[in-house]
């Protein structure tokens, strides 16, 4: 039976920014058909812990990640688009990444796995679209990460897509952002059960991955969501306060939950990796400034969106996207969108989301509402 | 030889909200004399971390946590005033605390300490005020947790003082500040040597402790501070990134600094109860509304400061204090304070606090500058 899953496997050596790797795969889903020009393909790049699910298919019909926003008069409408999602490089979903096994030796890479950048991610992609026939993309998309990746994508091959949408990326990390995934990936490192990056994969250092992924959430949300969905509401009654320094308010109990999802789905050390590949990427590492990186961008209708209550990649970062994007001759939208979700507003807060993809992906049809 | 620090032990039982101790001691450190009137005393409460070393002395020559703030000629003129600090009930610099040996079983108290409230530290506070034989204090002040133990102490002791200055504290905590300090909490519980509360002294839990710290300087600063700070520098090039998921980025050399600093300055488990009491405090448990809670402040003369960038007590809850505490005939007045550097500003920003508290210190002369 064919698998929505697909696996493209890049022969001989892949050349990283800092090593190289034998054989890798890059996982991939893809939904809709390639039209016979070969001009309708979107590429799309995940956040940190997605897999290239993004939606169902009827090979696999379990939601995806962004299941409202892919299919047949969805904004990204399949009856139309040809939409490839990667896996990225590094992470743990079908694609080689720290926790695949090193055909040199046998083992798991770990460790031994090459520093990870978001050009690699990139330089996968591409790989995938290429290897599908695929000359020229009608557009490049990413949210967080796959933002990032995106904008990165756009630099490494100027020419390869007309379009492109960033939403709650950035040109680079601000140092607070940095240092809050820093103090995520220690408290992993921390966990006396990661042993440098030797665990077994049953024994994963899951009380360091439920750390980071509560302080995570934190980062995802905004104080003023926390504030109207939980206030100060004490968890039930048969709970003594103070007895364990436990849970004693509905907000530790919701950051739990979330925390306890969280474990088992996604490998420590790909993690590592991916957290510190987003802090590592600089527009400006491509000729000195952002103005040099952002000029080397050949897409000509771009979309920018941002959530005014984003905390990880603050709103004044969209509007340097935007800004630095903006040559005079491209079309570039910026979209703030006044979401109480913060930096995970893509993901749930589809009123708001699903009209400005729509849009972008249907300019010629002002009617196209896109609704679920 | 005398001591800068003072102990004052209360005899039998005191007292707390969830239980009580037997023969607790406050300790405490004072500036200045106390006049023949008796009414030039102000009680400094102090935040989390602190002890009573507010200032240096001729007793103690160090130099305290508000140095600049206390003495002749500072904002709080010990020429005038008569400062009492008092080190927290709950801490660990000679307050009795979950550190202390309990008289009943002649072991440290550990988990076995009550469930602490700033109610517990604001009574403990005022008993000290009593022993000295002051009935009426000109002022009671505090920041961030001795913020929100001066308004405990306002509503318990409503005729104890004329004047109560609050800074980046607030009326109780958002959800969102609960959420933080939980996850703080639970990365030192997490640390396999807490043992459940009962490590020895010599062997605290520090890899939680270290990491709790670099969880709180980054809510203590400001991303805007760090953005001009540190931006994107690299720390030297002797260091490869990437090869232990260590320090790549000045920031997280910054916190790494921090970090080391306050290991072994500070008892793990009373910073958990310390902590915990912090997001317990409500002033709405009094009454049942913030309205009904600010009605019992007995307070004349009211002084809120705030800072614009402080991520744990925002400026929206200095607003909110200096409107529920204006009655229409109290003198309630509100600095919202620009400066980068978040909540940690009072003990950091100097320039723009002095003058604030100068003023409210020394009303009748206008020309008081309170220089350094």
């Given at each position: 039976?064919?698998?929505?899953?697909?696996?493209?496997?890049?022969?001989?050596?892949?050349?990283?920014?800092?090593?190289?790797?034998?054989?890798?795969?890059?996982?991939?889903?893809?939904?809709?058909?390639?039209?016979?020009?070969?001009?309708?393909?979107?590429?799309?790049?995940?956040?940190?812990?997605?897999?290239?699910?993004?939606?169902?298919?009827?090979?696999?019909?379990?939601?995806?990640?962004?299941?409202?926003?892919?299919?047949?008069?969805?904004?990204?409408?399949?009856?139309?688009?040809?939409?490839?999602?990667?896996?990225?490089?590094?992470?743990?979903?079908?694609?080689?990444?720290?926790?695949?096994?090193?055909?040199?030796?046998?083992?798991?890479?770990?460790?031994?796995?090459?520093?990870?950048?978001?050009?690699?991610?990139?330089?996968?992609?591409?790989?995938?679209?290429?290897?599908?026939?695929?000359?020229?993309?009608?557009?490049?998309?990413?949210?967080?990460?796959?933002?990032?990746?995106?904008?990165?994508?756009?630099i490494l091959?100027?020419?390869?897509?007309?379009?492109?949408?960033?939403?709650?990326?950035?040109?680079?990390?601000?140092?607070?952002?940095?240092?809050?995934?820093?103090?995520?990936?220690?408290?992993?490192?921390?966990?006396?059960?990661?042993?440098?990056?030797?665990?077994?994969?049953?024994?994963?250092?899951?009380?360091?991955?439920?750390?980071?992924?509560?302080?995570?959430?934190?980062?995802?949300?905004?104080?003023?969501?926390?504030?109207?969905?939980?206030?100060?509401?004490?968890?039930?009654?048969?709970?003594?306060?103070?007895?364990?320094?436990?849970?004693?308010?509905?907000?530790?109990?919701?950051?739990?939950?979330?925390?306890?999802?969280?474990?088992?789905?996604?490998?420590?050390?790909?993690?590592?990796?991916?957290?510190?590949?987003?802090?590592?990427?600089d527009i400006a590492d491509y000729g000195g400034s952002?103005?040099t990186g952002f000029r080397r961008?050949?897409?000509?209708?771009?979309?920018?969106?941002?959530?005014?209550?984003?905390?990880?990649?603050?709103?004044?970062?969209?509007?340097?996207?935007?800004?630095?994007?903006?040559?005079?001759?491209?079309?570039?939208?910026?979209?703030?969108?006044?979401?109480?979700?913060?930096?995970?507003?893509?993901?749930?807060?589809?009123?708001?989301?699903?009209?400005?993809?729509?849009?972008?992906?249907?300019?010629?049809?002002?009617?196209?509402?896109?609704?679920?």
């Amino acid at each position: 039976m064919t698998q929505a899953r697909q696996y493209h496997q890049i022969d001989g050596m892949f050349a990283m920014q800092h090593g190289e790797l034998r054989d890798p795969v890059v996982a991939y889903e893809s939904w809709g058909t390639l039209n016979e020009q070969r001009d309708n393909a979107i590429l799309l790049f995940t956040g940190l812990s997605p897999s290239a699910h993004a939606a169902s298919s009827a090979l696999d019909t379990s939601s995806g990640w962004w299941e409202q926003m892919i299919g047949p008069d969805r904004p990204v409408d399949t009856s139309r688009f040809f939409l490839i999602c990667v896996n990225s490089l590094g992470s743990c979903f079908g694609s080689t990444g720290p926790a695949s096994i090193d055909p040199n030796t046998g083992e798991p890479y770990r460790l031994t796995f090459p520093v990870l950048t978001l050009e690699d991610i990139a330089r996968a992609g591409q790989v995938v679209v290429e290897s599908l026939g695929i000359q020229q993309l009608h557009c490049v998309v990413g949210a967080s990460m796959g933002g990032m990746t995106a904008l990165c994508h756009a630099i490494l091959y100027p020419d390869a897509s007309t379009g492109l949408v960033c939403i709650s990326s950035a040109a680079r990390a601000l140092p607070y952002t940095i240092a809050l995934r820093s103090v995520q990936r220690e408290i992993i490192r921390s966990d006396p059960t990661w042993l440098n990056g030797a665990y077994d994969a049953d024994k994963e250092p899951s009380v360091g991955m439920r750390l980071a992924r509560k302080l995570g959430m934190l980062t995802y949300r905004s104080p003023k969501e926390f504030e109207l969905r939980f206030g100060r509401e004490l968890i039930g009654e048969e709970r003594q306060i103070g007895d364990t320094f436990g849970i004693d308010f509905e907000v530790e109990s919701y950051l739990e939950a979330h925390a306890q999802k969280f474990v088992g789905t996604f490998d420590a050390n790909c993690y590592l990796y991916l957290s510190r590949a987003m802090d590592l990427f600089d527009i400006a590492d491509y000729g000195g400034s952002l103005t040099t990186g952002f000029r080397r961008i050949g897409a000509t209708r771009v979309m920018v969106i941002g959530v005014e209550t984003d905390i990880l990649f603050p709103i004044e970062q969209q509007r340097e996207l935007a800004a630095g994007l903006d040559n005079g001759s491209r079309d570039v939208r910026l979209h703030a969108v006044d979401s109480l979700q913060g930096h995970d507003a893509f993901l749930v807060d589809m009123d708001r989301f699903r009209p400005l993809l729509c849009e972008f992906f249907n300019p010629d049809d002002p009617d196209a509402d896109c609704r679920e």
